[in-house]
């Protein structure tokens, strides 16, 4: 059976500091891992990772892939309050895009 | 472009009562899902669709049926509802394997 599992499952922090969120997988079929943000309602899109030592930024946010590892993070520097939201780790592993997805982080930034 | 929309929003079932979720993408995407979200938890595949007349099971098919009868639409019938079933249900839809999928704005469900 796929498995995803994100740490930590909760992070409190301050506006300005920098986190680390973390995604391990077990799944057959490596396709790619994908990241979303949910903050109220549906899931937003951040980024999706196939190759192995490729950072992809956007912004304050930057995500890297060790496939040898099966290991994903993401990370968000100068945090804002508009960066507290769950984040979704996810990976696909069949050939119909299918993901499973993790349980989340819950990031808290405080003013 | 709506891009995925979902209806209803919100709704309340009795115990052993049906309903259908609607979910309708504008965007021609051949494949189409349906996640349910439990509190605390990730999301979890129910059914999935590549395109219309082809549906198949995902994690969490029990107790739901599914019907892909055009590309724009792919409801999710709840047959005799039941407390467990009480959850948010996204649907989602992208244009091919290993493509980026959308997500409609949820489905917020509670049996009782």
């Known amino acids: 059976e796929d498995k995803v599992v994100q740490s930590p499952l909760s992070l409190v922090v301050h506006e300005g500091d920098t986190v680390t969120l973390n995604c391990s997988y077990e799944?057959?079929?490596?396709?790619?891992l994908l990241w979303y943000k949910q903050e109220k309602k549906a899931p937003t899109f951040l980024f999706m990772l196939?190759?192995?030592?490729i950072e992809k930024k956007s912004g304050r946010l930057s995500s890297i892939l060790d496939k040898k590892e099966l290991f994903s993070i993401l990370n968000i520097t100068a945090t804002q309050t508009g960066d507290s939201a769950v984040y979704l780790c996810?990976?696909?592993?069949?050939?119909?895009?299918?993901?499973?997805f993790g349980q989340g982080t819950i990031l808290t930034v405080h003013p | 472009n709506a891009g995925v929309t979902q209806t209803p929003k919100f709704r309340i079932l009795k115990i052993g009562q049906s309903m259908t979720l609607q979910c309708t993408q504008d965007?021609?995407?051949?494949?189409m899902y349906w996640y349910r979200q439990d509190p605390g938890m990730g999301l979890k595949l129910i059914y999935y669709?590549?395109?219309?007349?082809?549906?198949d099971k995902g994690e969490v098919p029990n107790g739901y049926n599914v019907s892909r009868s055009t590309t724009e639409d792919f409801p999710l019938r709840l047959e005799l509802a039941a407390p467990s079933q009480t959850s948010v249900y996204f649907c989602?839809?992208?244009?091919?394997?290993?493509?980026?999928?959308?997500f409609g704005p949820g489905t917020r469900l509670l049996v009782l």
């Open positions: 989602a839809s992208s244009y091919r394997d290993k493509e980026t999928q959308y």
């Open positions: 799944v057959t079929n490596f396709r790619s």
């Open positions: 196939t190759s192995s030592g």
């Open positions: 996810a990976v696909e592993a069949t050939s119909y895009g299918k993901l499973t």
């Open positions: 965007m021609n995407h051949n494949y």
């Open positions: 669709s590549v395109g219309a007349g082809i549906t």
